[in-house]
């Protein structure tokens, strides 16, 4: 498939670095547009209020690539309209959409985007969702890591250590593999993105169970005000409230298995009850 490749950590990001390098392997043909700079938790929010620069690029993945000074969203946006050739999406009269790309891939995100509390603020998922409001199949990944993982990860500028290299090379196999297997179900302007988050460690033989996102409360973001009125972001636990009978991504993930959503936002669209 000739696919459109975005992220939301950024264009260094090792997390997409691999996944460009397993989705070449599995013979897509890629175009790369990602944020100059990490982008986490910008939602599906586009620049607005200042002109967003993008720039051809060279990060040795042997497809065009370029970066964009703005969000995920930003990023699939100006590169379907204006930077791949032949790229932009579906007409209200065409039945499917036109062009070169066939699809968008986004992440592979570094932690989880499981949890509506998740979803909803990621900007990988984020990306995705642009796809589809182009009227292309698109898919999220996100690898989950724990904190002491992450901590390692800002320590040392973004470089994996050992575990967690093995685990991601595994994770964007298992990537390449469900994208070629995933997006050709979805149907054109349907709204519909596959969510697919990885679990630590991964494993090739690492099972993939469908799954639906956690209900998760995550109230208190913020620290009270310092002295000079400010307020800093704080990681909280949450709560999550899912009805036990769930199949949720969250406890999916936490039993060490790949938890595939498949998110249907035309359902945002139903009728009102009687």
Known sequence: MKLLVTNDDGIDSVFLHELVAALKQAGHELYVVA?????????????????????????????PT????????????????????????????????????????????????????????????????EGALHGLPAIAFSQDISEEVYVHLKDNAGEPGGELRRTLQVSAAHAARLTGELLPTIAPKSFTIHNVNFPFPCRPDTEVKRTVPSHFFMPGLFSPADDDGTHRLLWTAGKDVSPPRLVTDLGTVSAQHISHSILDYRRLGGELPA
Request: net charge positive; with cysteine; aromatic share 6%.
């Open 35 to 63: 944020p100059a700079r990490e982008q986490s938790w910008t939602g599906a929010s586009k620049t607005r209020n200042r002109s967003v620069k993008s720039a051809a690029v060279d990060r040795g993945f042997g497809c």
């Open 66 to 129: 370029w970066t964009v000074d703005g969000t995920p969203s930003d990023c699939v946006n100006i590169a379907l309209a204006h930077l791949i050739p032949n790229a932009s999406g579906a007409s209200p009269e065409q039945s499917r959409p036109s062009g070169s790309v066939e699809g968008v891939v986004s992440g592979i995100n570094v932690g989880f985007n499981c949890t509506l509390a998740f979803i909803i603020a990621s900007g990988t998922v984020a990306g995705a969702w």
